[in-house]
């Protein structure tokens, strides 16, 4: 089954839907996305033009086997992300986009991923063998704009107390507030 992003204003994903392989075979009986959007069109009254297909098994710029693990073969990448309802199509540089999570992050073509102007932290628990805690790490969009040098936050996993202690990032280790 073929996916196709049924695109609105400004290339704003509204709806995805399936069509079968069979409906996009052109007269080579070759799969081709301009017979399955004429196809498509027929069906909905949609324009054409506007439906995009997107892959179901591409994530992050990446193509993944049917149970979930990075194919070694990525030849069969599509678009960079399957499209979901929310998410932009990017024809210059033919990406889908989720929406963009903070208005500091920003696009990362390569990986088709929004990317923190901070580093992510490397340090995401205890260190200790078994783990105690880990840190539960969150973006602070309002922290980053009173002070660039800052955005990730955290508490400890095991921190159960009314009022949580927060950690900031400051590029190598965690301090509590």
Known sequence: MAHFAKLGVNG???AVHGLDNDQMLNADNQEDESVGQQRLQEIHGWPAQMWIKTSYNT???KYYDADGTEASDQSKKFRGNY???GFSYDDVNDLFWAPQPHASWTKNNSTADWVAPITYPSVTDDGQDPVV?????T???TGYQADNTKGWEAVKSNDD???PTIHDWNGSAWVSR
Do not use: C, L, M, P
């Open 12 to 14: 704003k994903v509204i």
């Open 59 to 61: 994530r992050g710029n």
């Open 83 to 85: 499209a979901g309802i």
């Open 133 to 137: 805690f880990a840190y539960i790490i």
């Open 139 to 141: 973006w602070n969009e």
């Open 161 to 163: 107390a009314d009022t």
